[in-house]
């Protein structure tokens, strides 16, 4: 790989952030970003949305030792879940009347499972969301655009667009780029509009390769995502956040020397949080059989003092 090459990647991020960054649009100490488009008459309307009363969880199963993480480079692990006091022997705790009680522990990585990573996950140029300095995330988490900035804010309309169905396939093919023009293509297919203020849910098929806790045909291949030039497709529509049911949201880069192309640009630049390891395929399977791809989406993050993520378990109601 030549100079130029290497240089090419960085240049593109940076001049495409600077044409997409909504800095200030929301005010100079603004630490929500794009959930700012969700207003309280957007969630009265979502509120509206729900007819039958179907409820659909689209977290992950927390099961001890076993998850997505397996061996993974940055010092991730799955969750663990231990039981502190069981029903098969008495506690240390006197509570009369042949009562007793059970307890437990779970150790869990913000990352670890469904996830939001906060705005303060990514940064490039020593600048986070806003322009805040990256220094403001340090070593007891973030003092700006933390997770607990928007513990309340991701009630509202969601809306899915299933690329997998729309292919025709099970699971679209290990790296595939979703770009703008078919995200545009599937809303139209699906009957459905993403517009101002909507969470948008991306499914890729990529939870079809998961046998039970065996996430090795997950891992397998390089995951289907969304192209870094969705970005401004969100931006251009002032789409409040997105997830998707990979490890990432976005495909591999194809831009050198650039890993995570649409993290800079979504976190860093727009302001959109980005959600991952969703479990969508209940849900897809619902809109399929009804043709209603919108529904009201309630996906809290945990209250963590400057958490630069957290795990969740986001509800889908129709």
Known sequence: MSATDQQDGPAEIRNQGERLRTWGTFGEGDEKGALNYITAEHRIRAAQLVRRGA???????ITDGKGPMGHNPIGRFNPLHHMTATGQESGPLDMGATADFTDDVLVIGCHSTTHWDALSHIYYGDRLYNGFPASDVGSEGATRVGIDKVHE??????????????QGVEALEPGYAIKPEELTACAERQGVTVGEGDILLIRTGALTRVEGTDWSGFHAAPRPGLHYSAVEWMVDRRVAAVAADNNGVEAPSTLPGVRNPLHMLALRDAGIHLGEFWNLEDLGTDCADDGNYEFMLIAQPLRIAGGVGSPLNPLAIK
């Open 55 to 61: 409820v659909f969880s689209l977290a992950l199963l």
């Open 153 to 166: 804010d991701f009630v509202g309309r969601g809306v899915l667009l299933d690329l997998a169905r729309y």
